[in-house]
């Protein structure tokens, strides 16, 4: 089991189900599902996203401080971070080649050979969209 999973169960003092913690984090908002919430209990899941993170820390008793410590990510809070101010130059390509840049360095320190496969389809998905509206040119071949 995973230092996340037993953080989770640890914090989840009033023995909620999977159900129960999933349609609380959905009444505050969130996206997560039952499915989700289950295999972040058993200690069954990849790397985990910020939102699955924050909707954890908002319905059980932990700070989310922790854990990002328990899923091994910085356990300061980035939710806030902000480009600098000369960003506002940028174009809106140049936006999303700089969001993909961040996406990327992310992907490469997490060492999830499951979470870089998942990311992989979606860029391979997401390709073909994007070249067609002209926002990025077509992969190469090799």
Do not use: C, W
């Amino acid at each position: 089991m995973s230092a996340l999973s037993e953080l989770l169960r640890s914090a989840n003092t009033q023995g909620l189900s999977a159900r129960a913690i999933a349609k609380l984090a959905r009444e505050a908002g969130f996206t997560l599902n039952h499915d989700t919430a289950a295999r972040y209990l058993r200690g069954d899941h990849g790397r985990p996203d910020e939102d699955t993170l924050i909707a954890f820390a908002t319905v059980l008793p932990v700070k989310l401080a922790e854990l990002r410590r328990a899923a091994e990510l910085p356990a300061e809070d980035t939710s806030e971070y902000r480009p600098p101010p000369e960003s506002a130059r940028l174009s809106r390509r140049q936006r999303r080649a700089v969001d993909e840049i961040i996406r990327a360095m992310l992907e490469s320190r997490s060492g999830s050979e499951l979470d870089r496969r998942r990311e992989h389809r979606r860029a391979a998905e997401a390709a073909p969209e994007a070249a067609r509206r002209g926002d990025v040119e077509p992969p190469s071949p090799h």
